[in-house]
C-alpha cells in the first residue's frame, strides 16, 4: 500500500487503540467517563477483547470439537462478558501492570468459562475399556507382546484402585482416561488448572511406584517417562 493510499477498516480497527489510548490512564479515564468518550472506548476495548477472545478460542479448538460459527460465538459472548466486568471494576485498577494485560485476565477467564460449560453440555467421561487400552501408551509405556499389555492394563487398573483417593481417581479418570479439557474439569469441580495438575501428578507418582513395586516397571523405565 502506497502512503498515499487510505488504510482499510481492519487496519483502522488495529490501529485506533493504540493511537486513541497512549497509557492505561487514557484507557481508564475513557471508561470511567461519561457521553461519548465513554461509548467509544467501550467500542475500542470490546474490539480488543474480542479478538484476544477468537485467539484464545482457536488455540483451545481442539479440546472443544467446535470451529466456524460456533466457536466465534463463544468469542463474542466472552468478550462481551469480559467487558461487562471490566468496565464495572475499572476503578479498582491499581496500575499493577497494563491495563490492557489487566484486561485480557479477564477474557481468558471467560474463555476458559464458557469451553468448561461448553464441554459439558456435550460429554461426560465414562471409563471404557479402550480409555484402558490407551492408558500405557499415555504412560510412555510400550509392551511388545500383547498378554503383556493386557497384565499391565489390569495391574495399571489395580493401582488406581488401591492407589488413589477418590479425588485423585475422579480428576485422574478425567484427564488421563477420558481427555478432558483441565478447564472444563476446573470449572466443574470447583478448583484451579494447578490444583488439578497438583493432584494428577501425585496420583501418577503413586501409580507408578505401585507398578514398580509388583514388577510391571522398573526405575529405569520411571525416570524416562
Do not use: C
Amino acid at each position: 500500500m502506497s502512503p498515499s493510499e487510505p488504510p482499510d477498516s481492519a487496519e483502522r480497527e488495529r490501529a485506533r487503540p493504540q493511537a486513541a489510548y497512549r497509557d492505561s490512564r487514557d484507557w481508564v479515564s475513557a471508561l470511567a467517563g461519561t457521553g461519548s468518550v465513554r461509548e467509544q472506548a467501550i467500542a475500542d476495548l470490546h474490539a480488543l477483547l474480542l479478538r484476544a477472545a477468537r485467539r484464545e478460542a482457536l488455540r483451545r479448538r481442539a479440546a472443544l470439537g467446535i470451529d466456524g460459527p460456533e466457536l466465534d460465538d463463544l468469542a463474542h459472548q466472552a468478550a462481551a462478558d469480559a467487558l461487562v466486568a471490566i468496565t464495572a471494576k475499572v476503578r479498582q485498577f491499581r496500575g499493577d501492570s497494563r491495563f490492557t494485560t489487566w484486561a485480557y485476565k479477564f477474557v481468558i477467564l471467560e474463555v476458559s468459562n464458557k469451553i468448561g460449560r461448553h464441554f459439558w453440555q456435550r460429554r461426560t467421561w465414562p471409563i471404557e475399556q479402550e480409555d484402558w487400552d490407551r492408558l500405557p501408551d499415555r504412560f510412555g509405556l510400550r509392551p511388545e507382546d500383547q498378554a503383556e499389555w493386557r497384565d499391565l492394563v489390569s495391574a495399571l487398573r489395580r493401582a488406581v484402585d488401591e492407589e488413589l483417593t477418590e479425588y485423585q481417581r475422579t480428576i485422574f479418570s478425567a484427564l488421563v482416561l477420558g481427555g478432558v479439557p483441565a478447564d472444563a474439569l476446573a470449572g466443574k469441580l470447583g478448583t484451579t488448572r494447578n490444583a488439578l495438575y497438583k493432584a494428577l501428578f501425585d496420583a501418577r507418582r503413586k501409580i507408578r511406584a505401585n507398578l514398580v513395586a509388583n514388577g510391571y516397571l522398573t526405575l529405569d523405565e520411571v525416570e524416562r517417562s
